[in-house]
């Protein structure tokens, strides 16, 4: 099962990389997850892999709050031009329905 995070805020932290703020709007975050491709700046098109995840109490939101972490993170700066606040971040399992896809289209 995979998950829909709603961003809040993206921040670096000494140690540990860029860290995704959101709240969970459905499913749940577990490490190994991944993004679908997406383009960061100039660079070409990536999946993000969750790294960690840490739940987060928030008064906020009455959705479960997460801090996540990211394999091979972009600059914060590119990840925030991506998804600003309030944007919301799709995470799939690996080997899901979007691996098959792309991996029937390279078989041709």
């Known amino acids: 099962m995979g998950a829909v ?3 809040h805020n993206v921040m670096m932290i000494p ?3 860029l860290i995704l703020l959101g ?6 975050v577990a ?11 100039e660079t070409p ?5 969750v790294a960690s995840v840490e739940r987060l109490s928030s008064m906020e939101s009455k959705k479960p709050a997460v801090g996540i972490s990211f394999n091979n993170s ?8 991506r998804f600003p606040a309030g944007s919301v971040l799709l995470l799939e399992e ?4 979007t691996d098959a896809v792309k ?3 390279e078989t041709r």
């Not at 709240?23 to 749940?28: A, D, I, L, R």
């Open 5 to 7: 995070v709603e961003v």
């Open 15 to 17: 140690g540990r990389g």
């Open 23 to 28: 709240h969970v709007q459905s499913g749940s």
């Open 31 to 41: 490490v190994g997850q991944q993004s679908p491709m997406i383009a960061f700046g």
């Open 45 to 49: 098109s990536r999946r993000l892999e």
């Open 74 to 81: 972009p600059h914060p700066e590119h990840f925030k031009r």
């Open 94 to 97: 690996a080997g899901s329905a």
């Open 103 to 105: 991996n029937k289209k």
